[in-house]
DNA sequence: GCGCTTCTGATACCTGGTATCATCTGCTTC
DNA sequence: GAAGCAGATGATACCAGGTATCAGAAGCGC
């Protein structure tokens, strides 16, 4: 198989016991080589540059395999539907996004578990689910 | 007419340039009602069962005008879609939910500012929009 | 290679939301 | 209180993102 997706992608899926086929290949392979997160319409788009026979559903059913993988994350942006990520990093963590070049960076979760935990304790909340999504200007792009 | 919401939903709406017609007071009123947030369809089901006659578009068109105003927010939520909340303070600002009972409390903005403040220094990007989604469970609820 | 299990592509469908446009109505002015 | 206009409404069609179904195809452990 032409392999698209770096050895360490493909080795996180069979972790995750799922198969590699040569549509997950390609499209984490896409995700991949994105510099920032990854629209459903872009992501469809660039894969079906590579291969026109890919199916719509098996591309939003891979995303989701991927996810569930801990590969890839649904990153939110401010006014539409967000993007799709595929970290270095697996497991829950959240990101930092430049509006102008989209580069993303990961916070530090030490921080975030900080505010998470100043904010539990202020309202008497256990919290079990924290979505952040900071998003502003790089230094390059102030 | 008939009033729904209460006067100061009326006048916010009044405030930010828009008219007070019977849908809007209606959809508001519905919106002031509730006690967690509302999802589309939720809100769209309250709405007909009230007056059959206001149209889909009405009641989507309504929430933005009434988001413009500052009327309402939408609160990003796990799992789906978020849902509509109407807000006694106007402005941006954050909420956490119980993913139990649905009730909303606003964060104290400070405490948000703080923590954003340093993510923003840590990583050297001016951070110009935050969207924060903590839920959890209330002290009630736990 | 074999076979089980998983994955795929086509298709139809669903939800949330927007565009269009003719008609109607809240609000201001007189 | 009536007139007029900007702005709102409802019907409808449309769009994007995503899911359900199901017959057929293919990965992987043996
Ligand atoms: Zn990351
Ligand atoms: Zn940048
Ligand atoms: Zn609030
Ligand atoms: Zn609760």
Known sequence: MLCVASESVRSR???????????????????????????????????????????????????????????????????????????????????LVCQRCGRVEDLLEDEVALFVGAVARDHGFDIDHAGLELSGHCSGCR
Not at 67 to 89: F, I, K, N, R, S
């Open 13 to 95: 899926i069979l972790a995750a016991g799922q198969r590699i086929t040569p549509q997950r290949d390609l499209i984490a392979g896409v995700l991949e080589a994105a510099e920032a997160p990854l629209g459903a319409q872009e992501l469809l788009d660039a894969v079906a540059l590579r291969d026109a026979g890919i199916g719509r559903a098996t591309v939003f059913r891979t995303l989701q395999s991927l996810q569930d993988a801990g590969v890839v994350q649904h990153v939110p942006l401010p006014g539409d539907q967000g993007g799709y990520l595929l970290c270095p990093t697996s497991g829950h963590h959240h990101h």
